[in-house]
């Protein structure tokens, strides 16, 4: 009789040891018990999961997770935004349909429209923050959820704006301050973003981006600054010339602000030639996300607006 009672204790402990290993508790919503046996809750519990790419663990990748800003999982239809231009409207903030999933135990099953059929592991970390493992790849992705009306866009903004900056064709500089000494920026009307460099371009304004003409191009940073999340700066290494610094600001999803500490210059740029990046493999032109961590400078805003 003791042999049988003590057969059942360890199979009990057994049991909660698996299960313990398994799945977390959401505290936070009452309705999200156990992420196990309530995954369609738990994916639908927020409208919007950022994919924040830096938490991301193993060395595989998951094309339309590398892809995308955000995720949504609204019954049974995959949304994501793929684009930091644009985010917050497209598709009333929730992006594009990208594919259809179903959710398992523990697990859901995306068919995407590009990526094929992906089945993930569901772990609720904590209240807001979900982790998606592909067990075939060893690899896990974290989601932190937000509702629409509490997602702050200007942080996802300036958080990857080296995106947001790639993701038109060309700049074109549209306003320049009267105040500020004669530099020669002045002359540059046209900016290019690419992965790994930049070019630019004293062409005259309103040149069909088809035509212009890459005057200049060399290496860009752009920082952030250290006790200012809203800040970011931004150097141009020019091949055998100097170095421009300036100080970068977000106007909209199709304007940028770059001031010219140097010369107390103000530059208005324009976003050309917009590149949207629908679904991933092929149509996305190559674009996916990486860990980033831009070097940090320790200055203070010149600009005062």
Not at 277 to 297: A, F
């Given at each position: 009789?003791?042999?049988?009672?003590?057969?059942?204790?360890?199979?009990?402990?057994?049991?909660?040891?698996?299960?313990?290993?398994?799945?977390?508790?959401?505290?936070?919503?009452?309705?999200i018990e156990e992420s196990a046996f309530n995954t369609n809750q738990v994916l639908q519990s927020?409208?919007?999961?950022?994919?924040?790419?830096?938490?991301?663990?193993?060395?595989?990748?998951?094309?339309?997770?590398?892809?995308?800003?955000?995720?949504?999982?609204?019954?049974?239809?995959l949304h994501a935004n793929n684009n930091i231009v644009g985010i917050g409207k497209t598709g009333?903030?929730?992006?594009?349909?990208?594919?259809?999933?179903?959710?398992?135990?523990?697990?859901?099953?995306?068919?995407?429209?590009?990526?094929?059929?992906?089945?993930?592991?569901?772990?609720?970390?904590?209240?807001?923050?979900?982790?998606?493992?592909?067990?075939?790849?060893?690899?896990?992705?974290?989601?932190?959820?937000?509702?629409?009306?509490?997602?702050?866009?200007?942080?996802?903004?300036?958080?990857?704006?080296?995106?947001?900056?790639?993701?038109?064709?060309?700049?074109?500089?549209v306003y320049t301050s009267e105040a500020g000494a004669l530099n020669d920026f002045d002359d540059?009307?046209?900016?290019?973003?690419?992965?790994?460099?930049?070019?630019?371009?004293?062409?005259?304004?309103?040149?069909?981006?088809?035509?212009?003409?890459?005057?200049?191009?060399?290496?860009?940073?752009?920082?952030?600054?250290?006790?200012?999340?809203?800040?970011?700066?931004?150097?141009?290494?020019?091949?055998?010339?100097?170095?421009?610094?300036?100080?970068?600001?977000?106007?909209?999803?199709?304007?940028?602000?770059?001031?010219?500490?140097?010369?107390?210059?103000?530059?208005?740029?324009?976003?050309?030639?917009?590149?949207?990046?629908?679904?991933?493999?092929?149509?996305?032109?190559?674009?996916?996300?990486?860990?980033?961590?831009?070097?940090?400078?320790?200055?203070?805003?010149?600009?005062?607006?």
């Amino acid at each position: 009789m003791i042999m049988k009672a003590k057969l059942l204790f360890l199979l009990l402990l057994l049991g909660t040891l698996l299960t313990s290993c398994y799945h977390e508790v959401i505290i936070e919503d009452d309705f999200i018990e156990e992420s196990a046996f309530n995954t369609n809750q738990v994916l639908q519990s927020y409208d919007l999961w950022y994919v924040d790419i830096n938490a991301t663990r193993g060395t595989g990748e998951i094309p339309f997770l590398q892809l995308a800003f955000t995720l949504s999982f609204d019954n049974g239809i995959l949304h994501a935004n793929n684009n930091i231009v644009g985010i917050g409207k497209t598709g009333n903030g929730f992006g594009i349909d990208v594919g259809n999933y179903g959710t398992l135990r523990g697990a859901v099953e995306i068919d995407h429209d590009v990526d094929g059929l992906w089945v993930l592991e569901v772990f609720a970390i904590d209240g807001n923050t979900l982790e998606l493992y592909s067990p075939a790849l060893d690899t896990s992705y974290f989601l932190e959820g937000y509702q629409t009306n509490n997602f702050d866009y200007d942080f996802v903004f300036y958080d990857n704006i080296n995106y947001f900056i790639q993701e038109y064709d060309a700049w074109e500089k549209v306003y320049t301050s009267e105040a500020g000494a004669l530099n020669d920026f002045d002359d540059e009307n046209f900016l290019q973003f690419l992965p790994d460099f930049f070019r630019s371009s004293i062409d005259a304004s309103r040149t069909p981006i088809s035509n212009l003409q890459w005057d200049f191009e060399g290496d860009y940073q752009v920082y952030d600054v250290e006790n200012d999340e809203m800040l970011k700066t931004l150097t141009l290494a020019y091949d055998g010339m100097g170095n421009d610094y300036f100080e970068l600001y977000v106007i909209n999803d199709s304007t940028i602000e770059l001031y010219h500490p140097n010369s107390e210059t103000v530059y208005e740029f324009k976003g050309r030639g917009y590149r949207e990046y629908l679904k991933s493999g092929k149509n996305s032109g190559g674009k996916k996300r990486q860990k980033t961590l831009n070097p940090t400078m320790k200055v203070k805003r010149s600009r005062i607006k």
